[in-house]
């Protein structure tokens, strides 16, 4: 595997490539993000064993995903079953990532807990209100951050494993190398892929929310689902599809749009 270092310009280029994608087929492509919430939101119904399950089927459904993207780039033909053949590619690989993201996540809280006592580890297990309000005025800052500097690398290690452990058949340790890598040399545009997405998920949506809500203060309700359904099952799409760009112009993968 060989990962190709690219401007920071390159992060804008990958949010303006998934839309792209996204515009070939809108529909099919909301569908399909939602059927992997959906999904994951089934699977978590179950307490603890749900989680682990949900947590090993991530993997293989981004893979899903990502083959969708893949085929509206080359014109090839994308149902629900595109989402769900993932599962099948390098099954035990995607499987034994999705459990190691688990526990490492939840190793990265427990070192939080050294910082807080678990404060912020009981808050984010809690499954009711009242085990939330138990913690909600605890000072989550000095945890957070060092929950965030202890995430980056995690998430720098997973960011490309599955698709990698998936299409190119590599192990667990090489997968995760190789993503690692590829985000390290690439720290510039995935810089700039972040600033886009704050834009493009946070800041736009956020603006037009409060114009609306400025503009019709009785409607709150109404006003706040009809911005965020829609932006949800347009914003979703297109930043699934750049995940793809991303892994295409890293590593080297010569497509047209």
């Known amino acids: 595997m060989r990962a190709q270092t690219l401007p920071a310009v390159a992060g804008w280029r990958w949010i303006g490539t998934g839309f792209l994608i996204f515009r070939r087929n809108p529909p099919m492509l909301a569908i399909l993000v939602v059927t992997y919430w959906f999904t994951l939101i089934f699977l978590n119904i179950l307490p603890v064993l749900g989680a682990l399950a949900a ?23 994308v149902s ?14 995607l499987v034994a990532l999705g459990a190691l993201y688990l526990f490492c996540t939840l190793g990265i809280l427990g070192v939080s807990a050294l910082v807080d006592g678990g404060d912020l580890l009981r808050y984010m297990l809690a499954n009711t209100r009242a085990e939330r309000a138990a913690v909600e005025d605890a000072d989550f800052l000095l945890p957070g951050l060092v929950v965030m500097l202890l995430l980056v690398p995690l998430l ?8 990698l452990a998936a299409w190119h058949r590599l192990s667990l340790a090489k997968s995760l190398f190789f993503s690692f890598v590829a985000c390290w040399l690439n720290w510039r545009p995935f810089l700039t892929y972040c600033a886009g997405l704050l834009v493009v998920a946070g800041v736009i949506p956020g603006l037009l929310l409060g114009i609306l809500l400025i503009l019709f203060p009785g409607a709150e309700g109404f006003i706040t689902t009809l911005v965020t359904v829609p932006m949800a099952l347009f914003v979703a799409p297109v930043i699934f599809a750049s995940f793809y760009a991303a892994y295409r112009d890293i590593f080297g993968i010569s497509e047209i749009v």
């Open 80 to 93: 629900i079953q595109t989402l769900f053949a993932g599962l099948k590619e390098n099954t035990r690989t």
């Open 55 to 77: 947590s090993m089927v991530v993997p293989g459904l981004s893979v899903g995903l990502m083959q969708a993207a893949r085929n509206l780039e080359r014109g090839q033909p």
């Open 156 to 163: 720098m290690a997973y960011w490309f494993a599955p698709v």
